[in-house]
């Protein structure tokens, strides 16, 4: 059974720093992997998706990589402002095709 | 171009009731998802249906039920609310062909609280 964990589940960072969240999943079996993020009361908006077959994305001051191998993704944030507070969730689609979510992490960047 | 539209955004039922979520999707989008968040076990995929067929199922009781209708738009249905049932249900629309690469674009949600 696949399981997604994402580490840590809350981080505090002064702005402008650089930071990295992480992800790990069982089974290397994926179709691709996602990283969202969710503001309070909001839905859900998709930030980057990575293929089974690729290494990295990135989009802006966010890079993803990807090692399916070891079962593990990191959302690179570069430069990060208050608007960057919010939660940041990862996803995998699995063999069924369906996604199956970590936890999320909830960032906080202070002024 | 419209978001994903979910109505009602709030919804305060009893137990034993049912409630009808609806979703309209993104003009073109023939694939639905919709997904339950709680706190205790976070994000969960419910169903999803493409042009208008249940195409894939998660893991909850038959209690829970969905439709698609012709343009697209999808309902979800859950009877006999019970307590548990309480929980943000999101919906996501797709493209929904090559569906290991279309990316889900999600709606602001309807936050359902069961009394």
């Known amino acids: 059974k696949q399981e997604v964990t994402q580490i840590p589940a809350a981080l505090s960072v002064p702005e402008g720093e650089n930071l990295v969240l992480n992800c790990s999943f069982t089974?290397?079996?994926?179709?691709?992997l996602q990283w969202f993020r969710q503001d309070p009361g909001k839905g859900l908006t998709s930030l980057l998706l990575?293929?089974?077959s690729q290494r990295e994305q990135t989009s802006g001051r966010l890079n993803a990589s990807l090692d399916k191998s070891s079962g593990r993704s990191t959302l690179y944030i570069a430069a990060s402002q208050p608007g960057d507070s919010a939660t940041y969730l990862c996803?995998?689609?699995?063999?069924?095709?369906?996604?199956?979510w970590g936890a999320g992490t909830k960032l906080i960047i202070k002024p | 171009k419209a978001g994903v539209t979910q109505t009602p955004r709030y919804l305060i039922k009893t137990r034993g009731q049912q409630v009808t979520l609806s979703c309209s999707p993104i003009?073109?989008?023939?694939?639905v998802s919709w997904y339950q968040q709680t706190p205790g076990q976070g994000l969960q995929f419910l169903f999803e249906?493409?042009?208008?067929?249940?195409?894939n199922k998660g893991n909850f009781p038959g209690r829970f039920s969905g439709r698609q209708f012709s343009n697209s738009r999808s309902e979800m249905n859950v009877s006999t609310l019970e307590l548990g049932d309480s929980a943000l249900y999101l919906c996501?629309?797709?493209?929904?062909?090559?569906?290991?690469?279309?990316?889900?674009?999600f709606g602001a949600g309807t936050r359902l609280s069961v009394l």
């Open positions: 003009s073109g989008h023939r694939s």
């Open positions: 996803a995998v689609m699995d063999s069924n095709y369906q996604l199956i």
């Open positions: 249906y493409f042009s208008e067929t249940q195409r």
């Open positions: 996501a629309s797709s493209l929904g062909l090559g569906l290991a690469k279309n990316i889900q674009y």
């Open positions: 089974d290397s079996a994926i179709y691709n």
């Open positions: 990575i293929q089974s």
